[in-house]
Structure formats: structure tokens, C-alpha cells
Nanobody, 126 residues
Framework: QVQLVDTGGGLVQAGGSLRLSCEVS?????????MGWFRQAPGKERQFVAA????????YYGVFVKGRFTISRDNAKNTVYLQMNSLKPEDTAVYYC??????????????????WGQGTQVTVSS
């Protein structure tokens, strides 16, 4: 049973920073999963934020990120991170981490991820 636990959300003022973490347990070796972060604001569709390859050598970002966020992973700790800087009120959403086990490509489509965390709320005040 693969379990993903998202943590690190909270309330921050515009311009501030947060670091989200997602620890993975169960299933295969963590380094065999591509990992992604998505977000969903009320009334909106789930949106791709960032993804990282199995070794961490390749990273991908949503167009809105514009250098503000950094995805990373520590395979020894079974954890993926999302460092978010220069946060804006429009970044307010529930953030979810996701894992893909196919080892074919690093997905940017939420439908291609098999496992999901429970989500962590990020609220950015103006």
C-alpha cells in the first residue's frame, strides 16, 4: 500500500515563502517513482505545478511558476519537496503531491499519476 503524506502548508503573507514536503511509504523503492505537485483552488481544475524525475536530474514547472518554486527530492528520506518563494494571493489552493510508477516519462498530466497525497492548504494573504 503506497501512502503519500503532504505537509507544510499554512497561511503566509504575499511575498513570503513556504516549503511543502511529501513523504512516501510502502510500495516500491522511492527512487522508482516520478513525483509531481499539483494544486486546486476552489471552483477550478487541478493544475500542474512541478514534477521531478526519479533521480532528480530533470525538473518541470507550470508556466505560472516563473522561477518562484523549486521541486527537489531526497531519495534517502523518501521525500519530495516544493520550495515556494515570492508567493502571491493567486497561489492560494490545496496542494497535492503525486507519484507515478511507470518509469516511462515524467508526467505533467494529473491523470497519469497513480498515487496521491491528502493535500495541504496554502493560503496567501494580500
Amino acid at each position: 500500500q503506497v501512502q503519500l503524506v503532504d505537509t507544510g502548508g499554512g497561511l503566509v503573507q504575499a511575498g513570503g515563502s513556504l516549503r511543502l514536503s511529501c513523504e512516501v511509504s510502502g510500495g516500491r523503492t522511492f527512487s522508482s517513482y516520478a513525483m509531481g505537485w499539483f494544486r486546486q483552488a476552489p471552483g477550478k481544475e487541478r493544475q500542474f505545478v512541478a514534477a521531478i524525475s526519479w533521480s532528480g536530474s530533470m525538473t518541470y514547472y507550470g508556466v505560472f511558476v516563473k522561477g518562484r518554486f523549486t521541486i527537489s527530492r531526497d531519495n534517502a528520506k523518501n521525500t519530495v519537496y516544493l520550495q515556494m518563494n515570492s508567493l502571491k494571493p493567486e497561489d492560494t489552493a490545496v496542494y497535492y503531491c503525486a507519484a507515478d510508477r511507470t518509469m516511462v516519462a515524467v508526467p505533467r498530466d494529473a491523470a497519469l499519476y497513480e498515487y496521491w497525497g491528502q493535500g495541504t492548504q496554502v493560503t496567501v494573504s494580500s
